[in-house]
């Protein structure tokens, strides 16, 4: 891979600013040519703009070549029990996603779709963050909120082939097995 983020001394972890200006830039490299897009994050809310920022960020760069934008899908997941206002139904906080979603969907052309988990015995428990592509795969174990002034900062691990590749499969349902 050839992105600048990931070329210096060939490393595989990147330490990137908590601020929205460096998720950005970060993620112009990774989300260029990407056709799909899953946002991990179990702390992820409509309500926090500080958990919003990043998939601003990723709708504006997602698809942006040289020769114009192209369309994607952007898949966000997030933990149900972590939705604020607490005690309201999912259907609530879906309709919350959607009224802050509409208008990225509107202006970059990117469908969205929002999955909030729940805790299922003996299913896959969401816990960590990861920015997963048709193409690439981080784990930002820091988070993906970010703000506009942060000191903070995280790494960004770039995952091997085969992780992504699983990981991709827990989160976008386009890339599932019929068998599954």
């Not at 898949?75 to 609530?92: D, L, M, R, S, W």
Request: glycine residues 4%; hydrophobic residues 35%; positive net charge.
């Amino acid at each position: 891979m050839k992105a600048p983020l990931w070329i210096e001394s060939r490393s595989r972890t990147a330490t990137v600013k908590r601020t929205i200006t460096d998720y950005r830039n970060a993620l112009v490299s990774t989300l260029r040519y990407a056709k799909s897009l899953a946002l991990v994050d179990p702390y992820f809310n409509s309500y926090e703009p500080r958990f919003f920022n990043i998939i601003a960020a990723s709708s504006d760069v997602m698809g942006q070549r040289s020769y114009g934008r192209t369309q994607g899908r952007i898949y966000i997941h997030a933990k149900f029990e972590n939705q604020k206002p607490q005690g309201q139904t999912v259907n609530y906080y879906l309709n919350e996603w959607k009224t802050k979603i509409e208008p990225l969907a509107k202006t970059y052309g990117h469908h969205f779709k929002v999955f909030l988990w729940d805790n299922v015995p003996g299913k896959e428990v969401l816990h960590d963050r990861y920015i997963l592509t048709d193409q690439i795969g981080v784990l930002v174990p820091g988070g993906l909120d970010c703000s506009f002034a942060s000191n903070a900062t995280t790494e960004w691990a770039l995952l091997d082939e085969i992780t992504r590749s699983f990981r991709i499969s827990n989160y976008d349902p386009a890339t599932r097995s019929v068998s599954e």
